[in-house]
């Protein structure tokens, strides 16, 4: 007899894979409920079992966990760093906060270990968005028709060098590199808001419609806690690229989630750009 799955609570920030997520406990029977964000998390969570929380008020959230019988915590979605002056704050939150403002100078996967322990010390086992839906990791390989060629694959292997010496220093996962120039690096901002950034620059730098250059690569960093916060892509993120005038986007392997990868490769073949699942070795 197959043992019941853990009750698993979604902590959810904006976005579609948090509802995603809810889908798939939905579709294999797992009980589960989302602790929505306030100021982040989608209304559509009202849909599901759900609660929502600020992102201060650890005490009241870890109680509701415990009385709900929750075991595995998996935390999705986007969460912009807050105003750590006039974030809302309970007894819980009160105690962690000295942690978490030691931690946030030295970066957001210091501060994403904090929260991480800070869920393990009260019993909660905390899984990757990959465990729970094993489909979002992508593979190695092309997802829909169109693969790099010759200077996709330069411009690849630029952005490899740069996203590494990026994430060594905790900076950002992703940059943008067309003809062996760096057009951007991901920091705060976000993958969207760095892509709005290129199709901003001079024509004659960038890719166009008609004439595509450069490629967007995301790849966690070396110190990545990779239970949270690894790459993500959507269709979003295509729409953006091609708005750049790209040829494409790569990810690592094994290393990056796609969300709704059919509709991705569909996309991608439509928008004319590749989407590509790459070794994370100079090699690969």
Same mark, same amino acid.
């Given at each position: 007899m197959t043992a019941p799955l853990p009750k698993l609570a979604i902590i959810a920030g904006g976005g579609t894979l948090p509802l995603k997520l809810a889908e798939v406990c939905q579709e294999t029977a797992r009980?589960?409920?989302?602790? +929505?964000?306030?100021?982040?998390? $989608?209304?559509?969570?009202?849909? %599901?079992? %759900?609660?929502?929380c600020h992102l201060g008020e650890t005490g009241g959230l870890i109680k509701f966990l415990k009385q709900e019988s929750v075991r595995e915590v998996v935390l999705v979605g986007n969460v912009q760093r807050p105003d750590f002056k006039s974030i809302r704050i309970d007894?819980?939150?009160?105690? *962690?906060?000295?942690? =978490?403002? *030691?931690? +946030? /100078? %030295?970066?957001?996967?210091a501060l994403l270990r904090v929260l991480v322990d800070s869920?393990? +010390?009260?019993?909660?086992?905390? @899984?990757?968005? %990959? $465990? @729970?839906?094993?489909?979002?990791? #992508?593979?190695r390989g092309s997802l829909g028709t169109i693969s790099p060629d010759e200077e996709?694959?330069?411009?690849?292997e630029k952005a490899r060098a740069v996203v590494r010496a990026m994430g060594a220093l905790d900076i950002g996962q992703g940059a943008v590199v067309a003809n062996g120039l760096v057009l951007a690096v991901e920091a705060a901002e976000g993958t969207d808001a760095m892509l709005e950034r290129v199709a901003g620059l001079r024509a004659e730098i /960038?890719?166009?419609?008609?004439? /595509?250059?450069?490629?967007?690569?995301?790849?966690?960093?070396? =110190?990545?806690?990779?239970? =949270?916060?690894?790459? &993500?892509?959507?269709?979003? &993120?295509?729409?953006? !690229?091609?708005? !750049?005038?790209?040829?494409?986007?790569? @990810? !690592?392997?094994?290393?990056?989630?796609? #969300?709704? /990868?059919?509709? @991705?490769? &569909?996309?991608?073949?439509?928008?004319?750009l590749f989407v590509v699942g790459i070794g994370e070795s100079i090699d690969q």
């Open positions: 009980p589960y409920v989302i602790v +929505a964000l306030k100021g982040w998390a $989608d209304d559509a969570v009202n849909a %599901h079992p %759900h609660q929502w007894w819980g939150g009160a105690k *962690l906060l000295p942690k =978490i403002l *030691l931690a +946030a /100078r %030295h970066g957001d996967d869920f393990e +010390a009260e019993g909660f086992k905390v @899984v990757g968005a %990959h $465990d @729970v839906m094993e489909a979002l990791l #992508i593979e996709a694959a330069a411009d690849i /960038r890719g166009s419609e008609d004439i /595509r250059a450069g490629v967007l690569l995301k790849m966690p960093k070396p =110190i990545q806690e990779r239970r =949270i916060d690894l790459p &993500t892509i959507g269709q979003k &993120t295509l729409i953006g !690229a091609a708005a !750049a005038g790209l040829k494409g986007v790569a @990810v !690592a392997a094994e290393g990056a989630l796609v #969300i709704d /990868r059919e509709a @991705v490769a &569909t996309l991608a073949d439509k928008l004319g």
